[in-house]
């Protein structure tokens, strides 16, 4: 099928020859992509603002001021002032760098965890994936709130700074969250090995690692962008949640997640939009520009495009 | 991998429900509808608590202090100009237990408060007054009362209510099974632990003398009875039909279908949407001027009922800007109101720097407490200073230290205390650098603690960890293993001014132990005498405004907007709108 | 297949009596129980509380006792509510189910239609333009577009109710009883239907632009099969192929009640329940609750297995 299948073990020095300049190919049909360039473009623009921004900016101390309290955006404070007194703008930047960290570093792992274990349940079967699935199922039974709680009470009773706890928080969600996406990826895995080109590998007698890194990967590597880049939003998201429960981070450090939380009631809605539109807007223009730039990214990387 | 971020999101809201929920156990009777979520400071937060202003020019703070009478009735939407006999107002959660003393939920008890009358009511400044009693004699060693109830009282089938009843109600709470939350059983009534022990088979202390009279002696003379044991009143022909000792369970068949004596009975529940209340042409003071009461569950922001008119009366934080809003509206009369709290931070005294007194002192002065409940609210909190009510018939600011914010002062009671500031900036005693674990509830209020509090502890050399809790469940669990040093909370709804210092008796502070703090809180309740009382409530409020074996924090300030339709409206702190209610009409 | 059958339904009875345990213990570990809340009663009082709610056993004692009640189908009294829990799910969960079945139901048919269309036009402006706008729907938090379109259609202009399920007070039945509710349930679905949209669309229309580049589609096209039919009868089962292990998943869902948006319209569903009793520690019915919907996703996981075989029979189970 695709053409880097019907490579023999004789060729392999080609082969990463090849595979190089696939990937200058790859980037080269990527930049022909307009909207994922400017997708990427936006990305770019949101990490350099939120993190050399504030540098620029007289109010990253944060200091409290009751003289100036909600005020609307002017010549001082860009984007206003929040209900402390305190310079939205900093504040935006300054949560960015948590909000893209976090969201980034969750999907990550979610994504790996998900796609390692679907892979190999998909890929083996047998016990392995009588095993990887039916843990699956009983942690999908598992409702998360009480975890969240139990959570938050074991890290509080260790002691860890709570400056560290979202992260681990992250992880243990990871942990948790892994089975929707294992299943959805050794359905993909149990339908192509049965396709033509595996059957080809099996034939020329590749080893496991080669078929399944080398084939069955590169094919669901496209499925995995698109959930990726569908849970970034959700993950940036969900990095307010953790702090809602006390897990995240303490205020008054700022997150894009607790700044918009800030006004989830008609009051603030209505009257003070500059609390929920530079958060809200931060937060839809790196997941819409994620998104564009995931589904440029997508169609370059599909090997079943590269015809 | 879709399910992980349903439920990520889908918890995104779950925090303001659990603050919410938390305040459900908290109060039985009585509560005030929409703002009877007072155990944590954070739970009247809500959706109201926003605290912000756009107008240019601040208004100053606590902008109203008189009713505010709507200005253009011709604004009011259509769907509440059509309305003619029905009033509507929100209640965030009732669940359909409508027996009193068997219900869990404050929301429950804001509806069955309606359903019932009580024998003695409490009025605005929460002195007892007779209801269903028409009087009552308390006896000279302040055990035995005696109820003297009006004739011709009924239930709402038209049946009579007598003595027999009220026995009945009182019995049943001494039941072994008995699982409400009822303060009763505290109060010791002769006999009262045999009947529980299933060695009697009524109890000794309750004496039906006639058919409209009853009397019930106490082991121990208590000042907050009169009320207590003036509660509502279960129909013993009703509820006590298949009663036999040791089993209740039957009373839960009953929570739907409940049958009183109040203003209103009950029309049709609908769980998660309404409680419909008709008139009751059998309430002992009349049928009540308008025919339908509707409560309609509505959770957190009731700003869109009130605007579209499908709610009549909702409360508010009395923030400036939303006073500014609420007048702009034009068609709701408001009212402004101070719940009967107070909000306070316990200390745990059990640990070593907080044992000492000068360091809660520099702690009160150190923190900016103008800034964090006045100035930020905008208006919609005042300080307090001592465990008391600003609307108590008890409270007074006579030698009572206000503890205005003086970090200068602050830091010279820490180093009079032996804490020298250390290297880094932190003070430190015997080589223990002095470091604060606050324990908050997640709410807007909190933030804006947590930040100010934090500068104004650097300034005094103090380490500030601020540890935030979504939910009240985990936090009391937390005070309860004792790690922290401070923690926020508002008390539940006081009565009496016994009930201020009611969290140093249940259980939750154990290690204040002061003998004058005793004594004189027994003086106080051994006499049922007001001015008597006053003066001794004084000495305490001034022996705990110098001691602060609890730090106090704020008081709250609502505003009640209602339909300006609606005549003859007013808000008791005690027992919210159903003094008054009967009394209602619609222009 | 019918030992493949046997063998899942005996791995379901498994599953599910782990499950169950696990979440017993996973409640009764979370910090505080029903009585710690209530800050106002004494320390003997508590404990009084807890002996006559047998919280003060151990664990697994509780864990048994509940377990023996509920094969004898009783689930127990809700502490907080003081109701059954059985009637709590019927006053609660139908009103959750009416929501989500029809916007799921709206969800996955635009989002196939959609989705069918932008691949079969990928990179035009119809493509373009859908895309912006499903990740911009699919950016912004719930809340947000819940409050925003209150603000317009409900306090503004008026066309729509502000939340609720019917209007209140209102003794309405019949058509007109139908005709309330629908208008309530308007806005809420079009939130529930722009939520999921965005994730669905983007899955169906990556699938299918994959099947339309296989082999067997430029075969029917050869043979001069119409576009049409092979577009809808060829394409379309291959691309839904994947999407069919999520219908499985969509079945605790469809009862789980929705919170953010209940909470935003008040609509009288399962999930606000849920919350509250979590707060509460409403043990009887959060476990009541949690296993009905561990029992609907291991059904639900089994029937996409199934589907999954059904729809390419080349996947051996």
Known sequence: MAADSKLTKLQRPQAKLQKSSLFRQSLRKLMHNKLAVSGFGVVVFMFVLCFIGPFFSPYTDNKINMAMMNKAPNLTHWLGTDALGRDILTRVMQAGRISLTVGLASMVLSVLLGALLGAIAGYYRGLADQIIMRVADLLMTIPGLPLLFIFGALLSEWKIPTDYRMYIVMLMLSIVNWPGLARMVRGQMLSLREREFMQAAVVLGLRDRRKLFGHLLPNIVPLLIVMATLNIGGAILSESVLSFFGLGVMPPTPTWGNMIDAANNMIDFQDHPWLWIPPGLSIFATVIAINIFGDGLRDVLDPKQKR | MRKSTILLSSLLLVGSLLLTACSNNSNTNNAAATDNSATVTAAADGATGSAASSSPAPVPAGALSEPYTATDLSKLPAVAQNRTDTIIVGLTDPSGAFTPYFQESGYDGNVSSLLYASLVTVDEKGVPAPELAESWDVSEDQLTYTFHLHKDLKFSDG??????????????????????????PTLNVKGGQAYKEGKATTIEGIKVIDPQTISVTLEKPNATALVVLGSNVLSKAYYGKDYKFGQLEYIKKLHEKPLGDGPYKLEKFIPGQEVRLVANENYFKGKPKTEHFIYKTSEGDVWQFLETGEVDYASFSATDENIEKLKALGYVNILPYTPSTYGYMQVNLK?????????????????????IYVDATQGAGAIANIP????????????????????????????????????????????????????????????????????????????????????????????????????????????????GFMQFFDGEITDYENPKFLELYNKALATSDIEERKAVYKELYQLFNDELPILFTSYKKTVYAYNGRIQNLSVSPFIGLAGSLPEWTLK | MSTYLTKRLLYMLVILFAASLLIFCLYALTPGDFITGNIKLTAERKAELREIYGLNKPVLERYGLWMKDAFHGNFGYSLAQQKPVLQLFSDYIWNSFLLAAVSTFLTWVIAVIVGVISAYKQYSWFDTLVMVAIFAAMSLPSFFIGLFLIKILAVDLKWLPPGGMITTGSNATGLAYLK?????????????????????????????IDVLQQDYIRTARAKGLKERKVLFTHALRNALLPAITLVGFELPALFGGSLIIEQIFNWPGIGQLYMKSFGLRDYPLLMGFTMFIAILTVIGTLLSDILYRVADPRVRL
């Open chain 2, 159 to 184: 049946s009579p209510l007598t003595a027999d009843d009220v026995a009945f109600t009182w019995t049943i709470q001494y039941d072994k099974a008995y699982d409400g939350g009822s303060s009763l």
């Open chain 3, 180 to 208: 309330e509710v629908v208008r309530h349930m308007t806005l809420p679905v079009v939130v529930m239907v722009l939520l999921g949209l965005g994730s669905l669309t983007r899955y169906f229309r990556s699938n299918m």
């Open chain 2, 388 to 499: 008391a009510s600003p609307i108590s018939w008890a409270y007074t600011e006579e030698g009572i230290n206000p503890y205005k914010y003086d970090p200068e002062k602050a830091k010279q009671l820490l180093d009079e205390a032996g804490w020298a500031v250390g290297a880094n900036g932190i003070r430190e005693k015997d080589g223990k650098p002095f470091s604060i674990h606050y324990l908050g509830s997640k709410s807007k209020n909190t933030d804006i603690f947590i930040a100010v509090a934090k500068e104004n502890f650097a300034a005094l050399g103090i380490d500030f960890q601020p540890e935030v809790f979504a939910d009240f469940n985990s936090l009391v669990s937390k005070v309860e293993g004792g790690d922290y040093d401070l923690v926020s909370f508002s008390t539940s709804m006081l009565t009496d001014p016994a009930d």
């Open chain 2, 351 to 371: 640990h070593e720097q907080l044992k000492d007194k000068l360091v809660r002192q520099a702690l009160m002065y150190g923190l900016d407490r103008q800034s």
